[in-house]
């Protein structure tokens, strides 16, 4: 079983547009996955609840226990947590329960500034763990063709974490998806949002296996 918590205490970096597709392609792709709502807010269940026969299955456990609780759970091949924004013993606790931290970032400098606790608490768990806690940034709402986006990577590369090659742009079709309960994939099979997110699951897959 490999966990993968998609983390930001920033509020609307992408974190259940990314949690939530990068589940779907996981299903999709034949995994057996499970996807953890760790937020309050409830985003990824509401996803889930717009449509009756919700493909992906969805659990929402926003205590700060969801290491012990996802033990009780069956085994999966492949558990996505999405995190909560602001909330530290959360964040904490999907840390603790991870293979792998992914961190949804904006290009813009107040989010890279705001995900320095995050990768404090990030690199701590990584040296605890000698190194078993992989991590990586992925660019998130990119805007194509501007340079803040190009600019991004170089500002990030000063955390020491790995900047993941693929990044997810700003599309309304995330939006327009979400709404409906389903995702790029239904939308648009054969379109650049599902290349983008098929990308994002193949690099994670060879990080994680
Ligand atoms: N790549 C994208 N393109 C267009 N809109 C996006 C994209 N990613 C996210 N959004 C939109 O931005 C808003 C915030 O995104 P999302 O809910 O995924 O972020 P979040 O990090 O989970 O937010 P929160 O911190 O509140 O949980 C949503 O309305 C979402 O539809
Ligand atoms: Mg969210």
């Known amino acids: 079983m490999k966990t993968i918590a998609v983390l930001n205490q ?3 970096s992408g974190k259940t547009t990314i949690a939530t597709h990068l589940a779907t392609a996981l299903h999709r792709a034949g995994h057996d996955i499970l996807l953890v709502d760790s937020d309050p807010q409830g985003s990824a269940r509401d996803w889930a609840a717009v449509r009756e026969d919700q493909p992906v299955p969805v659990v929402g456990i926003d205590r700060p226990t969801i290491g012990r609780d996802l033990k009780n759970l069956a085994r999966k091949e492949f558990i996505v947590i999405d995190g909560a924004p602001q909330a530290a013993d959360l964040a904490a606790s ?24 995050l990768v404090e608490l990030v690199k ?5 763990t000698d190194g078993k806690l992989q991590a990586a940034f992925v660019v998130s709402r990119a805007i194509k063709g501007t340079r803040i986006g190009s600019e991004v990577s170089n500002a990030l590369y000063e955390y020491e974490l790995p900047v993941l090659e693929s990044r997810i742009t700003q599309r309304v079709i995330y939006p327009t998806t979400a709404a409906t309960g389903t995702s790029v994939f239904e939308e648009d099979p054969n379109g650049p949002a599902a290349a983008e997110i098929n990308a994002l699951m193949d690099e994670m897959l060879q990080k994680l296996i």
């Open 10 to 12: 920033k509020g609307g």
């Open 94 to 117: 999907a840390i603790k329960a991870a293979d792998f931290v992914l961190i949804p970032v904006q290009p813009s400098p107040y989010d890279i500034w705001a995900t320095s606790d």
């Open 124 to 128: 701590q768990r990584i040296e605890i």
